[in-house]
């Protein structure tokens, strides 16, 4: 078996990451004779999120490759009783899931004024990012790009956005082939070309 690979795909609104993200997974899929899987962070709550889910599991549904799809907008790492060695999974979108476990339903949502609170919840993304990497053949991790603009307040943007960039750099750190989305042109930041 080759060993497992971990590839970031980032991009701003509609940027065409997550399309390009699915055909990264399906030729990852047939190189390595893999089960697809993906894990959709995203929750349900108005009619945009709505109109965004219904697309991508008609995306899926479309697809050449049959997908499971698992739906976890916290606790990540639960997928992994799931996956195999031949498992290709796609995470959707790293941005959603950090704003599900910084901003839980039913807890104060004032903790992400609480350096711990961070950091628990970066180490927490991590763990689920590395262990989901070590029982599967291919992670590939999708993000949104929010930091073209400068962060001019010191609350709670500012907050999530030092921790989306924070994570950004540790996962291209750590993975084979980084790739930037622009108007739908992928722009290879991190790897060689194959």
């Known amino acids: 078996m080759a060993q497992s690979s971990l590839i970031f795909v980032s991009g701003g609104v509609r940027s065409g990451k997550s399309s390009f993200a699915e055909k ?32 991508h599991q008609n995306d899926r549904k479309s697809s050449p490759k049959a997908w499971m799809t698992l739906e976890y907008p916290v606790a990540i790492e ?15 979108c790293l941005t959603t899931l950090l704003n599900n476990e910084m901003f839980p339903y039913t807890k104060n949502m004032d903790e992400w004024k609480s350096p711990t609170f961070l950091a628990s919840v970066k180490r927490k993304i991590i763990e689920g990012i590395t262990e989901i990497r070590e029982h599967a053949s291919c992670l590939i991790i999708v993000s949104n790009e929010v930091l073209h603009d400068p962060i001019i307040d010191n609350g709670v943007n500012n907050a999530y956005s030092k921790m989306i960039g924070s994570l950004h750099q540790e996962i291209v750190l750590y993975s084979d082939k980084a790739y930037v989305m622009e108007a739908g042109c992928a722009v290879l930041m991190k790897g060689e070309t194959e």
């Open 24 to 55: 990264l997974a399906i030729t990852q899929a047939k190189k390595r004779s893999g089960t697809l899987f993906y894990i959709a962070c995203g929750r349900s709550g108005d009619a945009e999120m709505n109109e965004r889910i219904a697309r």
């Open 78 to 92: 639960r997928a992994i009783p799931r996956l195999d060695s031949s498992s290709i999974v796609l995470l959707d």
